[in-house]
DNA sequence: GCCGTTTTCGGCCCGACTGTTTTCAGTCG
């Protein structure tokens, strides 16, 4: 059958941005909510599906996405046949389509929305913010004085929030809350989590769970706690409060004999413990955050999660693995994953030094790699094209040879240190180097820092080019995206990935928070083509090296084990591999 | 609107918190 062609193109993001809108749409007109869920649900398996759907329209495969049925599958075909959606266009003369955004504004909700609108005439954020401050809110069925004055706040907090907060910032900041919790008098266990838990690169709202047998003195320090600034809501089992660094946090407390459901249904994700419910209920049981409800309404109680699974039939699953691609049916199976962990990383693949834009010399990296309990380290500064690193050019090369000599002798024979570059991919995708200055390098990183805004045909071309170069090792943070400000090259992964495959070349995940780079979906796509991987830190600086937790629980969340990562290797196979 | 080795029709998670209420509606996760 000859292949489908689209009118217009439209990413799996843009999708799920318009079928989003139509469920808000939706919801603010009273549409029955599982109608509303189905297309939120939708969404949300475009948004973390690893193939384009527009292939998946070309194939007329549509329908395998979970969450589509034969109504979204024929929106999207008139999408990409058309550019249009007749359904959203009438839609939007019914409901206007400003009142989508009022949702976002918190204690704001679909009734809420709507009865502002059909009351007062408000249609967007800021009529909404009008009448408030007018004072329209506190007379309306429902509404007081109080509400007003919460609406008025979620609208000030709204314009201050800017992004979801990068995992690299959420993350120390959180294990420090819950490390202070668990050292308050009767607290059990603390623990992070949610999206944190599972190491999502970005997150929202921190959400904390602890365990105690005495909750009341222990939520009173929290909302307390000195960098609190402001408390939203406080009750016996949970409360929610702003730090002074606009990070929001709920605190979940639970009895410790309860914590083992706790802890698993906080961690979420909500996909993830709607299957394990599903479990329960084949079992004639029920499953909430504080218990097994039994046939004849009795409840047991679990501690641990790892007892909770069981009682599902299930091996403990790792919170990276729980967003509901696969990772239960794995653990039916038996067949989850040997994730990755951070001390199965024997040697740092990409860090700088002073002969670029790193603040240490090549011995202080060296000797803060070992610190760490690592067996080598490639020195791997930029190339001299990329102007604002310093980088060096051909005889600069030759010159650092002789320090990296120095530094190995004072190192001994325990710890490597291997000589390396990371590469420009100039503008026409040849590297910055000729090939005899490439083939005296144990280590070529080749990466894009500028041009990213190409269009996607040449940058890809490019990129594949640089992959195709036979002293080339790694690919350096493949697409080049920023968290949370900038988007990625426009790359065709596929033909990339292909490439990488063909040429057998590794594909890095950047473990730099800000980078992440490749992301967990396309490192799980890599490793089932059987493209291997590099996790890298990309230090510019000793404590950088730290970053390694971050690129490693991004490659546990896309599936990756040590055999697929080149610097999880015992170091002489990896010497060898490099050598190739 | 989606989905099905319990169903092609009838489910789809539900409890905590707040505010405005005299027993509940709306929001949130």
Do not use: C
Not at 262 to 289: C, F, P, W
Not at 310 to 324: H, K, S, T, Y
Not at 528 to 544: F, K, R, W
Request: proline share 5%; charged share 25%.
């Amino acid at each position: 059958m000859e292949k489908k062609t689209a009118h217009t193109h439209f990413s799996n993001q843009q999708l799920a941005e318009t079928f989003r809108l139509i469920a808000d749409l939706l919801e603010i007109k009273g549409e029955v909510i599982y109608k509303v869920l189905a297309y939120r649900k939708a969404a949300d398996s475009l948004e973390h599906m690893g193939q384009s759907a527009e292939e998946l329209w070309q194939e007329n495969r549509l329908g395998e996405i979970p969450g589509v049925g034969k109504a979204i599958s024929e929106k999207m075909d008139e999408l990409f046949s058309t550019g249009q959606l007749q359904f959203l266009e009438k839609l939007k003369a019914e409901v206007p389509v400003g009142l989508a955004e009022l949702l976002q504004v918190p204690d704001v909700g679909p009734k809420k929305a709507k009865m502002f609108w059909k009351e007062l005439g408000v249609t967007n954020v800021a009529e909404l913010e009008t009448a408030a401050r007018a004072g329209k809110l506190r007379d309306l069925p429902g509404m007081g004085e109080k509400s007003e004055a919460r609406i008025l706040a979620g609208l000030e907090a709204l314009s201050r929030r800017t992004t979801r907060t990068p995992l690299g910032v959420a993350w120390p900041f959180a294990n420090e809350i819950a490390r202070w919790l668990g050292s308050l008098p009767g607290v059990v266990a603390a623990n992070p989590a949610g999206s944190l838990r599972r190491m999502r690169e970005t997150v929202g709202d921190l959400d904390i769970s602890a365990a105690t047998e005495d909750p009341a003195p222990v939520m009173d320090a929290f909302i307390h706690h000195p960098r609190v600034i402001e408390v939203f809501a406080v009750g016996d089992v949970k409360s929610s409060v702003e730090f002074d660094n606009h990070l929001r946090a709920q605190l979940w407390l639970h009895r410790p004999e309860q914590y083992g459901t706790a802890l698993l249904y906080a961690t979420g994700s909500k996909d993830h413990n709607v299957r394990l419910r599903e479990i329960a209920q084949t079992m004639k049981l029920s499953l909430s955050d504080r218990s097994f409800l039994q046939p004849d309404g009795s409840e047991k109680f679990y501690a641990t999660e790892e007892e909770v699974y069981a009682v599902l039939g299930l091996p403990w699953i790792p919170p990276e693995l729980r967003e509901d691609r696969g990772e239960i049916q794995a653990a039916k199976a038996g067949r989850l994953p040997h994730l990755i962990e951070v001390k199965d990383i024997v040697a740092e693949l990409h860090s700088h030094s002073t002969w670029s834009d790193g603040q240490a010399s090549i011995l202080e990296m060296a000797q803060a790699a070992q610190q760490r309990g690592l067996k080598a380290i490639a020195i791997t500064d930029h190339s001299h094209s990329l102007g604002v690193t310093g980088g060096m050019t051909a005889e600069d090369i030759r010159a650092r040879m002789a320090e990296v000599r120095e530094a190995q002798a004072k190192m001994g024979d325990s710890f490597t240190i291997l000589q390396g570059a990371e590469v420009e991919i100039r503008n026409d995708g040849r590297l910055d180097y000729p090939d005899e200055v490439l083939a005296e390098l144990d280590v070529v990183i080749a990466s894009l820092h500028t041009g990213l805004r190409q269009p996607k045909e040449q940058v890809t071309a490019r990129l594949i080019k640089a992959i195709q170069n036979p002293h080339v090792d790694i690919i350096g943070h493949p697409t080049g995206r920023l968290i949370p400000d900038r988007e990625g090259a426009d790359l065709d992964m596929n033909p990339v990935l292909q490439a990488a495959k063909e040429s057998g070349v590794a594909l890095e995940i950047n473990a730099n928070p800000s980078r992440l780079d490749l992301d967990d979906i396309q490192s799980r796509r890599a490793i089932e083509m059987g493209i291997p991987l590099s996790i890298n830190t990309d230090a510019h600086s000793p404590d950088n090296l730290d970053f390694l937790m971050y690129g490693v629980a991004t490659a546990r969340r896309g599936w990756v084990e040590p055999q697929h990562v080149i610097n999880a290797w015992p170091v002489e196979k990896l010497v060898q591999w490099l050598k190739r």
